[in-house]
């Protein structure tokens, strides 16, 4: 099974602030990283697909890059409402696994 | 719009069964693979399984070690998830995937005596 770990964990920043979230698999996925949203007792919503797509409606604030085994999610001027945890997902092949998750939290 | 609405969840004794559905609307079901995700209390996000579009190939998790099968039936757009012999570690919220884009709400199961 590919293996996603994401760091860091947890991240405070401050309204205003960019950050950078980072996913390694532990083999090459190609481009077939997603990357999720999910807010506390809300459903996840899809931010970003093929690494570096975004999805319709989602504000380009969130951007992604990377392909092969190391990729990042960088969220741009945060705002109260991007303060959530997020995942990474790879759908190169069976079984699909997610990170562990970033929580980001004001500081 | 994509729509996809989880039911069937619930409060289920252990070493039970329960069978989850997922109604599909907004896009051609019959087109696209689809997926179960769970997650535990205060846990990550777990893939649980997958189906191919036309359910010929049926993936799952090594974790569930046969006691979880995926179905669809795309004449009525709808994903099942039969759960049997139900532990309480399987207690989560179930969604429904059609990856990467789409989530369905989420649906509760607990697994108490």
């Known amino acids: 099974d590919i293996q996603m770990t994401q760091s860091p964990s947890s991240l405070s920043a401050s309204v205003g602030d960019r950050v950078t979230i980072t996913c390694r698999a532990s083999?090459?996925?190609?481009?077939?990283l997603a990357w999720v949203q999910q807010k506390p007792g809300k459903a996840p919503k899809s931010l970003i697909y093929g690494a570096s797509s975004l999805q319709s409606g989602v504000p380009s604030k969130f951007s992604g890059s990377g392909s092969g085994t190391d990729f990042t999610l960088t969220i741009s001027s945060l705002q109260p409402e991007d303060f959530a945890t997020y995942y990474c997902?790879?759908?190169?092949?069976?079984?699909?696994?997610f990170g562990q998750g970033t929580k980001l939290e004001i500081k | 719009q994509v729509q996809l609405v989880e039911s069937g969840g619930g409060v289920v004794q252990p070493a039970r069964s329960l069978r989850l559905s997922c109604a599909a609307s907004?896009?051609?079901?019959?087109?696209?693979?689809m997926h179960w995700v769970r997650q535990a209390p205060g846990k990550g996000l777990e893939w649980v399984a997958g189906i191919s579009y036309d359910g010929i190939n049926e993936y799952y998790a090594d974790s569930l070690k046969g006691r979880f099968t995926i179905s669809r039936d795309n004449s009525k757009n709808t994903l099942y998830l039969e759960m049997n012999s139900l532990r309480g570690d399987d207690t989560a919220v179930y969604y429904c995937a059609r990856v990467p884009s789409n989530w369905g709400q989420g649906i509760l199961v607990t697994v108490s005596s």
């Open positions: 083999q090459g996925i190609s481009n077939y």
């Open positions: 907004g896009f051609t079901f019959r087109s696209y693979p």
């Open positions: 997902q790879q759908y190169n092949s069976y079984p699909y696994t």
